[in-house]
Every structure is written in C-alpha cells, then in structure tokens.
C-alpha cells in the first residue's frame, strides 16, 4: 500500500498547492525484462522492498578485513588545490566524469548480471551503485554550498510570513484560521528553522579535499571491480570484497560527519509545490 505524506501551506500572497509524496514509489507495470531480472521478476514490489530482501547465503560471505583496510586509506591526491567553490567543482569534475561513465556502462549492477557465476546477488550490485551515488552527490552539495546553505524559495516564504504575523505565535493563528493544521505548521516551521541554521555552517575547502580522497580511493576500486572477470574459481573473493565495498560506503554515508550533513540538508525540503515555482 502505498503510504503517503501530504502537506501544503498557504502564504498570504501564494495560494498553495497539496504535494504529495510517496514513501515507496511503486515501480512502472511496463518493467522491460531487464528491469524484471533484477525485480525476480515482481514488478508489484518497490525498489526499497526489493534492495531490503535478505539473502541467506550472500550474508555467509565474510567481509575482507584487508581490503577493508585499503578502502579506509584516502587517496594521495587530490591534496592542496580546492581553495575555493570554483576549484572545488573543477578537481571534481574528473571523478564525477568517472563515476558517471560507469554508471552508463551498467555500474557494479551490471557486472553481476553479465557473470552467471553472481547473478543471483545482483541486488548487491544495486546497493552499491545507489549508495555510491549518494556520496557523489554529497561532495557535489559540500563544494556547492561549503560556506553556508543558501534559503530555498519555500523557506524564505515561510520565514516572511513569520514576520509579516510578528513571530512563529501569530503566523500559527494566521495558517489555523486558513484551515491549516497544526502538525503541518510544524513541519514548516522546523523547515525554515534548520533552513535558517544551515545558511551559517562553514564546512572548509580543506575538508572537502579530504572526502574526495576518500570518494576517489571507493571509486577506484568500484572500477576496478566493475573491469574484473568473475569465475567459479574467484566467485566468493568477489562476493567478499563487494560485500565490503558496499559496507564502507554504508560506513561512510553515516559516520563521516559531512556526509551525512550533506544527505539530510539535500533530503530537507518538504515535498510541494507552490504556485509560481516551476
């Protein structure tokens, strides 16, 4: 079933339109057969519910503590030139040219489907390329916004009406009065405050260098995985360092402070749209 979070607000001079998002996305009925290998051919389930599914035997396959080790190493380089947002995005553009012609080639997804020997952990392969998109575009976000968070046009809108109404007290009453409901109020108003507090956080430049060393040493050995040719006589080798592949982004996307900083700023703005925006 598909479970829906809805909220809207009216602003004096906006007339707001509901949004709606889907927490699960259901998957298109008109999957081509591709898409169903992947899906174990269910196309009634949703991507979450699908990369969610346990698999039995693939969690018997140990993580290489080795090559966990080589992954936590940062790359030598790139060290001592992002001084700034345009040197920021121009050190990373060749890594994000990278990323981006091995994800069009099929990414690690595509490396199991082509090796009979793994195929049936192709889901793995899904996991990585996903997260690994996710630390892509956390660098993309912290060199876009290193000193401070620029306000959304939504959470301008709300801090103006807080304003106009003398304060959060006055703009409740204003929105109560237009039918609007309290736990909706609330979702705004938390909004606009940690929009407010994130046009002030300073992530330095310094910083930044160092995550694209880390992102530069995973995305290296994702290629050089993605290139391997997988046999019988290599499959649990494989397995074992792409399970820990997966594991350390996994790591990376919650402990390393600025990644997980970038994902929930990106993920912060409630899902609706006013009149006006396109």
């Avoid at 807080?162 to 109560?176: D, P, S, T, V």
């Avoid at 705004?188 to 940690?194: G, H, Q, R, T, V």
Wanted: hydrophobic letters at 40%; aromatic letters at 8%; one cysteine or more.
């Amino acid at each position: 079933m598909r479970r829906m979070i809805i909220a809207f607000l009216c602003l004096t001079s906006f007339v707001a339109c509901g949004g709606t998002l889907y927490a699960e996305e259901p998957l298109p009925e008109d999957m081509s057969p591709r898409e169903k290998t992947w899906m174990g051919g269910d196309a009634k389930q949703t991507r979450n519910a699908y990369l969610s599914k346990k698999d039995k035997a693939f969690r018997k396959i140990a993580i290489d503590t080795s090559f966990k080790q080589a992954l936590l190493k940062e790359a030598a380089t790139p060290k001592g030139v992002v001084k700034d947002e345009a040197s920021c995005k121009k050190t990373l553009r060749p890594l994000d040219e990278k990323h981006k012609a091995l994800q069009y080639e099929g990414g690690m997804w595509q490396a199991f489907e082509r090796s009979p020997e793994i195929r049936s952990n192709s889901k793995t392969g899904m996991q990585i390329d996903s997260n690994l998109n996710k630390l892509a575009r956390a660098v993309q976000h912290l060199c876009a916004t290193a000193n401070g968070v620029p306000k959304s046009s939504v959470a301008r809108m709300i801090a103006d009406i807080i304003k106009e109404k003398g304060g959060k007290e006055g703009a409740r009453q204003h929105l109560i009065a237009m039918g609007r409901a309290n736990k909706d109020i609330d979702i705004w108003f938390d909004y606009e405050a940690a929009a407010e507090k994130s046009t002030t956080r300073r992530v330095s430049f310094e910083a930044i260098e160092g995550l694209m060393r880390k992102f530069q040493t995973l995305l290296s050995s994702y290629e050089d995985l993605y290139r391997h040719k997988v046999t019988a006589a290599n499959k649990d080798q494989y397995l074992s360092k792409s399970k820990t592949l997966l594991a350390v982004i996994n790591d990376s996307l919650v402990k390393v402070p600025e990644f997980a900083m970038a994902q929930t700023e990106e993920m912060a703005e409630p899902h609706m749209k006013f009149i006006g925006e396109h």
